[in-house]
């Protein structure tokens, strides 16, 4: 399967029955994801399971190339196409000389631990993560416990498409058995709740509902599941706690079952999402500063992590400056924020969309949705007198949009969002004003940041992930001016042909 893939080859013909089918714009800045497709969906394939298996023989030959062990780790979430995507993609690894450890249905945090357990370089996990049902994809990585970043991903999209696979033997396949039971017993050792914390755990009938409930309730959490039974359809909702129909589900059930909170888990576990006991749903960034204030108190002068798209309270909040912590701001996305959290030994990396990294002593550094439940629920245990809820009112208060995403092409995305970038440069530059105030800022490490002299902010970038742009907006001073910002941003998108629907708004 050396010969160079192509795209737009249409389904349910003979051509793409017999030729590897894959879209450039799948490689993405981190990981890999395509619309693979279901039957009766007017979108044509990305991707096929040739293209797949071209995958996995390009990375078997960055393996090589790299001198790294060629030995690897797969798995794959609970879709109905997963398995088999997987199995093309292990079909390639074994043709390029790679040695496969099959660690079945699984979690990218489990896949990612059996990295550890194993003692295996390479991590090639098959999942979609929160996206709807017809999306897959692969997170790779090659040295634990990081995953690929730009550099990675642009060579082995190089040695795919330009067809520079080299098949080599001494490939070889393993399934492994009981890698779920030590995962999950390794998430639980030595965690012991002392008070009585009743959990909500929502999965969306997605991966984590085989992982999460059962994990909680060996540390001692009393756990109320709903939509935990798999099923690929998400009947209920798509798995994924930035979305507000799951976040809705989990307040409505904390709210029935008088529980201490919710926690809700993406389709391949790795992010958590909280509603609170008043039925409040918390962002992940606001969580975040909870959990750097809790751990701030244990480790003094702590170093920490967070995305563009947080809440600038990481670094104004009193009690973190108060305890030394220190926070640095670094580009959105799992792979940057792990790799800059590992290298400035931070103890944690924050993500708004849910993605935390505990490094030692608390974690292994990669990111993992049950493990940031079990710092939450042990940030409660440690402080009984108070409910998710008064934490949450402890902070000094901002109002915060979520994470908005209108639609945008992959092929149109990234020029949009330069013209965008040059308007509010521009706008500083000539000391133009939004809602009366000027510009302070222009923070531009990832798409723009526009801060103004409230610290009102907003931020446009490109998604790494989907057709889309991200759009997120908050204000320290008023409901008012955070919409305010929202709808400055909203006007000047809608002056571009290129931008669709958002999935939601303000």
């Keep these: 399967m050396s010969n160079k893939p192509a795209a737009n080859i249409k389904p349910n013909t003979l051509e793409f029955e017999n030729r590897a089918v894959v879209k450039p714009t799948g490689f993405r800045e981190y990981d890999a994801r395509w619309w693979f497709g279901i039957p009766g969906h007017e979108k044509d394939p990305e991707i096929n399971l040739y293209g797949i298996q071209a995958l996995g023989e390009g990375l078997g030959t960055l393996m090589y190339e790299r001198g790294i062990q060629p030995k690897i780790v797969v798995g794959h979430d609970f879709r109905h196409y997963s398995l088999s995507i997987k199995q093309a993609l292990i079909v390639g690894l074994m043709n390029a000389g790679v040695e496969v450890l099959d660690i079945g249905m699984a979690l990218s945090p489990m896949a990612y631990f059996a990295q550890f357990a194993l003692d295996c370089p390479g991590v090639a996990m098959v999942t979609a993560s929160h996206n709807s049902n017809g999306w897959t994809g692969v997170k790779m990585g090659i040295e634990a416990p990081l995953t690929f970043g730009p550099d990675e991903m642009s060579r082995l999209k190089q040695i795919v498409l330009n067809g520079e696979s080299i098949a080599r033997g001494g490939g070889g396949y393993q399934f492994v058995e009981g890698v779920r039971e030590l995962y999950m017993n390794d998430l639980a050792k030595g965690v012991k709740l002392k008070n009585k914390i009743k959990v909500v755990a929502a999965c969306g009938n997605g991966t984590a509902g085989a992982f999460a409930p059962h994990v909680l309730d060996k540390i001692g959490a009393e756990v ?76 003094p002068n702590a170093q920490f992590v967070a995305d563009v798209k947080s809440t600038g309270l990481y670094l104004t909040d009193p009690k973190l400056v108060a305890n030394g912590a220190k926070t640095d701001y670094y580009k959105t996305g799992h792979s940057y924020i792990k790799r800059r959290s590992k290298e400035i030994g931070a103890l944690v990396g924050f993500e708004k969309s849910g993605h935390y990294f505990f490094n030692n002593p608390i974690g292994r550094g990669y990111d993992d949705g049950i493990l940031s439940a079990i710092a939450i629920l042990q940030m409660l245990d440690r402080n009984p007198d108070k409910s998710m809820a008064d934490l949450r009112r402890d902070l000094p208060k901002t109002w915060g949009s979520p994470t908005m995403s209108p639609y945008c092409a992959d092929e149109e995305k990234y020029g949009v969002v330069d013209r965008v970038v040059k308007e509010y440069e521009d706008l500083k530059a000539s000391g133009g004003t939004i809602m009366g105030q000027k510009i302070k800022d222009c923070n531009t490490v990832n798409g723009v940041r526009v801060v103004l002299e409230d610290g009102t902010w907003g931020l446009v970038r490109a998604s790494s992930n989907t057709p889309n742009l991200v759009v997120v907006v908050e204000s320290p001073t008023s409901e008012e001016n955070k919409t305010g910002m929202f709808r400055e941003i909203e006007a000047r998108l809608a002056k571009y042909d290129e931008i669709g629907e958002y999935d939601q708004k303000i």
Excluded at 232 to 237: I, L, M, Q, S, V
Excluded at 282 to 289: E, M, N, Q, R
């Design 224 to 299: 109320i599941p709903i939509n935990c039974n798999l099923d690929y359809t998400f009947p209920a909702y798509n798995p994924n706690p930035e979305d507000m129909k799951m976040l809705h589900a989990m307040r409505d059930a904390v709210l029935e079952h008088g529980a201490d909170i919710a926690v809700g888990f993406d389709g391949d576990g790795d992010r958590c999402g909280v509603v609170d006991n008043e039925g409040e749903e918390i962002f992940a960034d606001k969580v975040g500063v909870m959990l750097a204030r809790d751990l701030s108190d244990l480790y």
